[in-house]
């Protein structure tokens, strides 16, 4: 089993920044994709960012592609998303997710493509 723990959401005014964390631990394996997805109110659950194991190779979704930046810590297992000039349509839940025995040439997008998923965190942009 694999535990995720999100941490850093809160609110915020639009324009501003928030950096999410997410720390996995417990049996993971030594190479894992890791994203972020978030669910707004009312919508389903989307994609945000993706990161290969390597780091090198990292996709966004165009709603957000230029103002977050997905990055990772192996050494930590931890996964990074920062989050700049934040408008009140980022408004939702976000999750981290893990996909174990990933290859570090794929990048991985969709749901049911990740194997664990953290619990949430709540993130609002509001004034």
């Known amino acids: 089993q694999v535990q995720l723990v999100e941490s850093g959401g809160g609110l915020v005014q639009p324009g501003g920044s928030l950096r999410l964390s997410c720390a996995a631990s417990?049996?993971?394996?030594?190479?894992?994709?890791m994203g972020w997805f978030r669910h707004p109110p009312g919508k389903e659950r989307e994609f945000v960012a993706t990161?290969?194991?390597?780091?090198?190779?990292?996709s966004y979704a165009d709603s957000v592609r230029g103002r977050f930046i997905i990055s990772r810590d192996n050494g930590k297992n931890t996964v990074y998303l920062q989050m700049n000039s934040l408008k009140p349509e980022d408004t939702a839940v976000y999750y981290c997710?893990?996909?174990?025995?990933?290859?570090?040439?794929?990048?991985?997008?969709?749901?049911?493509?990740?194997?664990?998923w953290g619990q949430g965190t709540q993130v609002t942009v509001s004034s």
């Open positions: 990161i290969t194991w390597s780091g090198i190779r990292t």
């Open positions: 997710a893990v996909r174990t025995s990933s290859s570090d040439l794929i990048l991985y997008t969709s749901n049911d493509e990740y194997d664990y």
């Open positions: 417990g049996r993971i394996s030594s190479m894992y994709s």
